[in-house]
């Protein structure tokens, strides 16, 4: 409080609170010591789970382990500053690295230059669709997806994720098809011919992870074994790769092989080419409606050639894998010759290293791998920030894969945040909570990061810790921003098979059956939308966003049909007065000239046919009836074909000397009764609040003809 009693906190409070509508972090302020203290705590730890885990999570999305850490740098702070949740912690997560390879593997050979501009794309289209949602107050939308559809996609995600690091397990290679299944029978094909050091060093850490999850679970599992790996991996030499190039192949067949790659990669990347030179013109054709038929003619022929030459290069460099080779070297160790294993010269210098041909360039240059893979050289310092490079001639190929990601990351996200609120109390806003997804993959995408979204076990760490702001997650990214600064040096020998255990370890968590069993027992429909989604998603994959496509339009046709035919229950009077389903208890007494109907659901275009069917048959079987009562405290909306079939079944019982009554209408259905005349039609006395009120009055009207009815009001019985 200053002189003359102006309070300037207060009115600071004042501004704060009325911007923070557009920045929620405004919110923080104030800071005190202790809050700042706590929070920083927190973030440090999610870092240390961060930090293996991002460049486990860019290795699954197809992309050099290192733009994990973008992935975990500007994402990670925007998403906590703009989002509506204190606890929820944003950045690489395994369901959206997944769909990010599957939708790009077909596209662009994975870890390719290409491959990554489309990788950053996608990730701009995705913040793009999450903040127009949010801006729009459409986070409704994703309703669409149930929770069946989504138990069942994220189980099946789970076993696909766990499969796809069978490769960097075994140390073998894996083709990357129409059809992961074949790709996966390729690579178990391969499993006599795995690297030893390489599984001896992906099982040791699958080992060490869950020793660690079961004995000591509070210790971070993933960084021990990040840092033990990478130590053990520098002390034993565990990479073992060379260069070489065509010129120095010394065998014959060899060469042919390598030649035959060459050109396989050099037609690939001619129709590529090709393909990206058509695109402008058969856009311009579509749009101009110029020559169409010949344009989407001459652009399928492309396609369907650059797939052939895709499966011959595929198989080319299946066999060139399979060779082993060893190098002539001279007194420093350079390469000199490359030789099949046992055709190499008596005289000549070998090192005694085996090696594979990898990454054969249309240029013909290849790599020597002859040990484990790992990580490599880290860029040390800052993701340059640019502008997305957008292709426009993939830009439709990617859209839906982009609606997929956004819906489903945002759903991971919310639900996380959810689970969280609900322990700490805290008010959560959707649809902020979208324009903070969105805006962190807008940032992410300008910092060359991938897809990201809320990852449930970094949430759940931030949370353990006390954190009571997401300026925790802020914290986070700081300490992220200084491992890129100082430490990716460190990186270097960390081999990838021990990221693969990193991957498989966080994907086990995702495996839920006891979920699956569960929608079962709520309603078969529920159980037949989650086991559809996962055998389709399992069946379309790498097209993972087809099958939870399939899985949302089977949900919606599910709840379509259920809606097609609501119960319709016959009502008895039961003992203390009330009104029963005589199907439940069939002893009770009816009256034959009252008919009561309980409508279990709303009438609209889908089942109004039903509606009046149920009530027709029934009224034809008690032929005596002259009142039909519609106890309607189920109806929630009446639609114009609802209020049409309504109209016409008024006038046919009237023809038939049988009056129709309402009870327990509720206000919307009554409003669009007045404004149809359908109110005026159906009369006023023949609608009633309560099934009581409507029985009675229907009772005063038969007088002594209903005297003796059982059906007849009775006071209930005492208590």
């Not at 500007?74 to 599957?102: E, F, R």
């Not at 790659?261 to 037609?267: G, L, P, R, S, Y």
């Not at 010949?294 to 492309?302: F, G, P, S, W």
Request: glycine share 8%; hydrophobic share 50%; charged share 15%.
């Amino acid at each position: 409080m200053l002189s003359g009693g102006f309070d300037w906190s207060a009115v600071m409070q004042s501004q704060l609170k009325r911007y923070a509508r557009f920045f929620p972090f405004l919110s923080w302020f104030p800071l005190t010591s202790d809050s700042v203290k706590v929070n920083f705590l927190a973030g440090l730890t999610v870092a240390l789970v961060l930090i293996p885990q991002s460049l486990a999570y860019a290795q699954l999305a197809g992309l050099p382990a290192y733009y994990g850490l973008y992935a975990a740098l500007l994402p990670v702070a925007i998403g906590a500053m703009w989002g509506s949740s204190s606890q929820l912690s944003t950045g690489p997560v395994a369901v959206v690295s997944l769909l990010t390879a599957s939708a790009l593997a077909t596209l662009a050979a994975p870890g390719s230059d290409e491959f990554i501009a489309l990788a950053i794309m996608l990730t701009l289209l995705v913040g793009l669709i999450q903040l127009a949602l949010g801006a729009f107050r459409l986070g409704v939308i994703v309703n669409f997806l149930s929770h069946p559809v989504m138990v069942g996609f994220t189980n099946a995600a789970a076993i696909i994720i766990v499969l796809s690091q069978l490769p960097r397990i075994l140390g073998v290679s894996m083709p990357f098809t129409d059809s992961f299944i074949n790709d996966i029978v390729s690579v178990l094909k391969q499993a006599g011919d795995a690297h030893l050091p390489t599984l001896a060093m992906g099982v040791g850490a699958l080992a060490l992870m869950w020793g660690l999850k079961k004995y000591a679970p509070k210790m971070p599992a993933a960084l021990i074994v990040v840092v033990l790996a990478t130590l053990i991996s520098w002390a034993i030499g565990f990479e073992q790769n060379a260069k070489g190039q065509i010129a120095q192949v010394a065998d014959p067949e060899l060469r042919a092989q390598i030649d035959k790659v060459v050109v396989a990669v050099a037609e690939v990347d001619r129709l590529k080419n090709e393909i990206a030179t058509k695109n402008p013109v058969f856009d311009a054709g579509e749009n101009e409606n110029i020559d169409a038929a010949k344009l989407h003619a001459e652009m399928a022929l492309a396609h369907l050639a650059l797939k052939d030459k895709k499966a011959v290069s595929s198989e080319a460099h299946k066999d060139m894998r399979r060779m082993l080779v060893v190098r002539h070297i001279d007194e420093a160790g350079k390469t000199v010759a490359v030789y099949p294993v046992g055709k190499a010269p008596a005289d000549v210098k070998l090192d005694e290293t085996r090696y594979h041909i990898r990454n054969v360039t249309r240029d013909g240059e290849f790599k020597l791998v002859g040990g484990g893979e790992v990580v490599g050289t880290v860029p040390e310092g800052l993701p340059p920030i640019s502008m997305p490079t957008l292709d426009l001639g993939k830009l439709g190929a990617m859209l839906s894969t982009a609606l997929v990601i956004a819906l489903v990351g945002f759903m991971e996200a919310i639900s996380i945040a959810k689970a969280v609120a609900a322990k700490t109390r805290q008010r959560l806003d959707p649809n902020q909570e979208l324009i903070g997804q969105g805006m962190a993959n807008i940032a992410g995408s300008f910092s060359q990061a991938f897809p990201t979204s809320g990852s449930f076990s970094r949430t759940a760490v931030n949370a353990n810790m006390g954190a009571t702001l997401s300026l925790s997650s802020v914290f986070t990214a700081v300490i992220v921003l200084a491992t890129l600064l100082f430490l990716t040096s460190m990186f270097y020998h960390l081999p990838l098979a021990v990221l693969a255990a990193i991957i498989i370890v966080a994907a086990g968590s995702l495996v839920n059956i006891e979920a699956v069993k569960h929608a079962w027992h709520v309603h078969k429909h529920d159980g037949a939308a989650a086991l559809v989604t996962f055998v389709a998603t399992l069946l379309f994959a790498p097209h993972l966003e087809n099958g939870i496509l399939v899985g949302a339009g089977l949900a919606i046709m599910l709840f379509l049909l259920r809606t097609m035919k609501p119960r319709v229950a016959l009502l008895g009077r039961y003992t203390d007065g009330t009104l029963r389903d005589i199907k439940v208890n069939p002893e009770m007494p009816t009256s034959e000239y009252v008919m009561a109907l309980r409508y279990d659901g709303s009438l609209y275009f889908a089942n109004v046919s039903y509606f009046e069917d149920a009530v027709l048959e029934a009224l034809a079987e008690r032929p005596k009836t002259k009142y039909v009562l519609i106890v309607g405290d189920a109806i929630n909306q009446m639609d114009a074909s609802g209020e049409e079939v309504v109209h016409h079944l008024i006038d046919r019982l009237k023809a038939s000397g049988v009056t129709l009554v309402f009870s327990g209408l509720k206000k919307q259905v009554l409003d669009m009764m007045r404004n149809t005349g359908l109110f005026d039609l159906l009369g006023n006395e023949n609608i009633f609040a309560t099934e009581e009120q409507a029985i009675a009055a229907i009772y005063e009207r038969l007088g002594d003809e209903a005297k003796v009815d059982l059906f007849c009001p009775v006071k209930p019985a005492a208590a």
